[in-house]
């Protein structure tokens, strides 16, 4: 199966170079709201430049290609070991043609494998589904972005944020302000609420590969959605925290159930290069998407 | 808002000319450093200089780096590199997060006479205490902007500790020319970062009440 690797570099090439254009086309149209000639405007300028220059030259977009988390629903009786060799074949050799940075660091010594691949990286999650094709999907979670992540454990007094959902708006807005511009603003917001400390973390991850287009389907996070978009970006932090009227780009909510002693809010930070790809293999086909 | 092109080496004159908001573009060599080039250069260098404990390798490092970093930048990165026959080019180089390097830079600012860092997010309090008493600024370059900084990388001189500390955390000796970039601390006590922060923290408090 070299053609499945070959297929899963193609995929990595395309989210590490070339930026969705629903991302994209926000930007420019942050770029119209933002004052002509100040630092903010050039900031963003000089942002839809780069990506520019990273597509036309097939180069990454950033330097740091981040973490690549995969998304792998695979039709039942399909080899997961096999696909996870692949998977990891795909990102060393990624790495090897400098289309991702080797981002493995050993944590108790320090060395740098210098493949990308080490304990629990790549990240790769797995599920079954029915009919007959495998679908991949590549989200790659910039380091500084994640530093500025949060997660909350409602109700927090300090915020008067209890547990409903004007809650959760109180702690997002707090996390994007502690945020300040360093996670690379201006930035996409996934977000869960619910579930526990991993599987929140696991699932406002999930929530960036939706397109800035995508609303949730739930009315009341929908609204949210909108509401925490206009309200961070009254927050004056900017693109890369120079001041301006940019300091999210989108905002997508994800629900989980939650045990009854838990109301868990968790931020998963996206830098503006929101890097996320998609393809798909059926019969032997391979279709790349998004 | 000013702006101005700047060469390694930079005297202090032209470095407390800078004010916040002014752009620049940047151009000369600079050396990349991040964290464990930081830990590296007070740790090992720097103390081990003091105690006289330097092995001979690390002694001839130390006096390159005096070298080139006086009156010269470090550079808050960690590339992607490709190798071009028995040299390097730089791929993708856009900065990294300087707040992490705020417990060793000021003593980095002052021990090598740096007249600027570059980096993204900003630093804190420390840092630019010493910028203003060592005359330096900091430098942001966007981040992300990592295709167009490569581009601007003329030529790739040496690489310093690859083998121990990996590619991105080695510290890289480039030639630049014109890397834009915008004074967000400067040499008076001014820091854009803080001044964002603060009316930030205010627009918070009134978006809470609502």
Not at chain 1, 128 to 134: F, I, N, T, V
Not at chain 1, 185 to 211: E, F, M, N, S
Not at chain 2, 187 to 194: I, P, T, V
Request: glycine share 12%; net charge positive.
């Amino acid at each position: 199966m070299k053609s499945l690797v070959d297929s899963l570099v193609e995929l990595i090439r395309r989210a590490s170079t070339d930026l969705p254009a629903d991302v994209e086309a926000a930007l420019q149209a942050a770029l119209g709201r933002e004052e002509p000639g100040s630092v903010a405007a050039g900031a963003i300028e000089t942002i839809l430049e780069n990506v520019g220059l990273a597509r036309a030259d097939s180069t990454p977009i950033c330097q740091d290609t981040g973490t690549p988390v995969f998304y792998v629903s695979y039709p039942a009786g399909q080899n997961t070991i096999e696909l996870r060799r692949q998977i990891e074949a795909a990102v060393a050799q990624a790495t090897k043609k400098a289309l991702l940075r080797p981002n493995a660091v050993d944590t108790l010594t320090g060395r740098n494998t210098g493949n990308g691949l080490g304990l629990g990286l790549p990240v790769v999650y797995f599920e079954e589904r029915a009919g007959d094709q495998l679908e991949v999907s590549l989200l790659l979670k910039g380091g500084g972005s994640e530093n500025v992540g949060a997660q909350y454990a409602l109700p927090s007094a300090a915020l008067s944020a209890g547990r409903d959902l004007d809650g959760v708006r109180r702690v997002v807005l707090d996390g994007v302000r502690r945020a300040q511009g360093r996670g690379c603003a201006p930035a996409v917001l996934g977000i869960a609420i619910g579930g526990d400390r991993a599987t929140g973390r696991a699932h406002a991850a999930r929530q960036l590969l939706r397109g800035l287009d995508e609303a949730s389907s739930v009315q009341e996070l929908a609204e949210l959605e909108g509401r925490l978009l206009a309200e961070c970006n009254q927050l004056g932090i900017g693109p890369m925290g120079f001041g301006g009227k940019t300091t999210v780009l989108g905002v997508r909510i994800g629900l989980l159930h939650r045990h009854p002693a838990s109301y868990f809010v968790t931020i998963a930070y996206m830098c503006w290069a929101c890097r996320r790809a998609r393809m798909s293999v059926r019969r032997g086909k391979v279709t790349f998407t998004g | 808002m000013a702006s101005y092109d700047l060469t390694v080496p930079i005297s202090e004159k032209e470095a407390r000319a800078l004010q916040v908001g002014d752009t620049v573009r940047l151009s000369g060599i600079l050396v990349t450093a991040r964290d464990a080039a930081h830990r590296y250069l007070v740790e090992t260098l720097m103390q081990g200089r003091s105690s006289g404990s330097l092995s001979e390798a690390d002694l001839a490092l130390y006096q390159s780096l005096r070298t080139l970093l006086h009156d010269g930048l470090i550079y808050h990165c960690g590339p992607i590199v490709r190798r071009a026959g028995k040299s390097w080019e730089f791929v993708a180089t856009g900065p990294t997060t300087s707040s992490r390097l705020e417990q060793y830079e000021p003593e980095v600012i002052s021990h090598f006479g740096l007249r600027g860092v570059i980096g993204k997010g900003g630093m804190g309090a420390e840092t630019l205490a010493a910028l203003e008493k060592q005359g330096a600024a900091y430098f942001h370059v966007v981040g992300g902007a990592a295709a167009l900084v490569a581009r601007r990388v003329q030529e790739v001189l040496a690489v310093h500790k690859r083998a121990e500390m990996g590619v991105p955390e080695a510290m890289w000796v480039v030639r630049v020319a014109a890397v834009p970039a915008v004074v967000t601390m400067d040499s008076h006590g001014r820091s854009l970062h803080s001044k964002v922060e603060r009316a930030s923290a205010a627009a918070l408090e009134r978006l809470l009440k609502q």
